[in-house]
């Protein structure tokens, strides 16, 4: 019986150690995806891809960071990277690929996990801003609808949706333990009097 404590005990240590690993790895990934998306959208790089490409051929690889989401009543800055695998959504919020970007019309579709960059989502209500800058220009969206979806409804992601319109999805419940069953969807238009900059 002894040994099998023993045993436990290890166990346990490993478990902790490499959960606490993983968590700090995350949180290196989000840093240094953070900086790196910071210095993206500053106004020399912003000039720079204002002037080569514009926000109609902003064609980025996946992996890479392509931009800010902000989330003013949480006090949230988080990189935005292309992709939603899990090296994408280890550095932040990923863009589904495939879907609008901002200013064009059409579904703008961001993800991320509910423990790491979303923990504080649920805090969010119809009506606050959400900005999501660019290396293009700065935009901001108004939360209109909030909805609960089964984790394989895919119905939410509508690429051939015609006006445009920013869709933030992370796993629910928040607190749950282990693979959520359900989405928490965000859906939030375009500002009236929003312009990029």
């Not at 023993?6 to 690993?21: C, E």
């Not at 959208?41 to 912003?46: A, Q």
Request: proline share 5%; net charge negative.
């Amino acid at each position: 019986m002894k040994y099998i404590s023993i045993i436990f005990f290890i166990l346990g240590l490993g478990f902790i150690g490499y959960s606490s690993y993983q968590i700090w790895d995350s949180k290196s990934e989000q840093k240094a995806a953070l900086q790196r998306a910071e210095q993206l959208v500053t106004n020399k790089e912003r000039e720079d891809v204002e002037a080569n490409t514009g926000p109609i051929l902003f064609k980025p690889e996946v992996g890479e960071e392509i931009g800010l989401l902000s989330l003013p009543k949480i006090d949230a800055t988080l990189p935005i990277v292309e992709g939603v695998d899990e090296d994408e959504l280890k550095k932040g919020v990923g863009h589904y690929a495939g879907t609008s970007f901002p200013s064009e019309q059409g579904q703008i579709v961001l993800s991320g996990h509910r423990d790491t960059v979303f923990r504080r989502m649920g805090e969010l209500e119809i009506g606050d801003e959400l900005l999501v800058k660019m290396p293009y220009g700065d935009y901001t969206y108004i939360i209109e609808e909030t909805e609960i979806v089964s984790a394989d409804d895919l119905t939410v992601i509508r690429p051939d949706h015609d006006e445009e319109m920013l869709t933030v999805t992370t796993c629910y419940p928040f607190r749950y333990v282990g693979d959520a069953p359900d989405r928490y969807i965000i859906y939030a238009k375009p500002k009236q009097d929003s312009n990029a900059s």
